[in-house]
T-cell receptor, first 113, second 116 residues
């Protein structure tokens, strides 16, 4: 079955430091999405990546899709306390029927003021 | 339209009882997903619909779970003979994906099930 691992599982940073989470799939992907879930909240869509090697930026957030379309990363520059939450990748496997997407294990980010 | 709505928000039930949850997606969305999430874990895919058709169901889902979307609008998720291991947050999401492509999914607030 589809396996989606994210590392690290937890990350504590001082406010102003950078943060990166990595998402690795066991199979080639059609596309990948990233979501953020605040404590006690529900997942909120951040971005979708489709093309091999694609890079997208949203203010302090940079998203990358690997050349082989099996991995992705999310980098946050100069973290703020509002960045606190768990970041999930959600993958759509290329060779699987249907368009369901599977969530990774998540990286929980704590920002220390 | 205020987004994806799930009811009830919380449900406490005794082991062995049946429970049903409802999800009202964003009105123009053709795709509806059900996920289950336990503390510290990512959402686990359960099933999804394209309009009224249930296109995929997780192999991990036991026969005690059934979902419907009779008119391609709202959906219900029923769990029969609940077990303590069913305790989790049940999330519904909807999107306006095309036949071959995913798009942004909007999640509801979830229904938190506690089986005692």
């Amino acid at each position: 079955g589809q396996q989606v691992m994210q590392i690290p599982q937890y990350q504590h940073v001082q406010e102003g430091e950078d943060f990166t989470t990595y998402c690795n799939s066991s199979t080639t992907l059609s596309n990948i999405q990233w979501y953020k879930q605040r404590p006690g909240g529900h997942p909120v869509f951040l971005i979708q990546l489709v093309k091999s090697g694609e890079v997208k930026k949203q203010k302090r957030l940079t998203f990358k899709f690997g050349e082989a379309k099996k991995n992705s990363s999310l980098h946050i520059t100069a973290t703020q306390t509002t960045d606190v939450g768990t970041y999930f990748c959600a993958v759509d496997p290329l060779h699987e029927m249907g368009n369901q997407f599977y969530f990774g294990t998540g990286t929980s980010l704590t920002v220390i003021p | 339209d205020t987004g994806v709505s799930q009811n009830p928000r919380h449900k406490i039930t005794k082991r062995g009882q049946n429970v049903t949850f409802r999800c009202d997606p964003i009105s123009e969305h053709n795709r509806l997903y059900w996920y289950r999430q336990t503390l510290g874990q990512g959402p686990e895919f359960l099933t999804y619909f394209q309009n009224e058709a249930q296109l995929e169901k997780s192999r991990l889902l036991s026969d005690r779970f059934s979902a419907e979307r009779p008119k391609g609008s709202f959906s219900t998720l029923e769990i029969q003979r609940t077990e303590q291991g069913d305790s989790a947050m049940y999330l519904c999401a909807s999107s306006s994906a095309t036949d071959s492509f995913n798009t942004e999914a909007f999640f509801g607030q979830g229904t938190r099930l506690t089986v005692v």
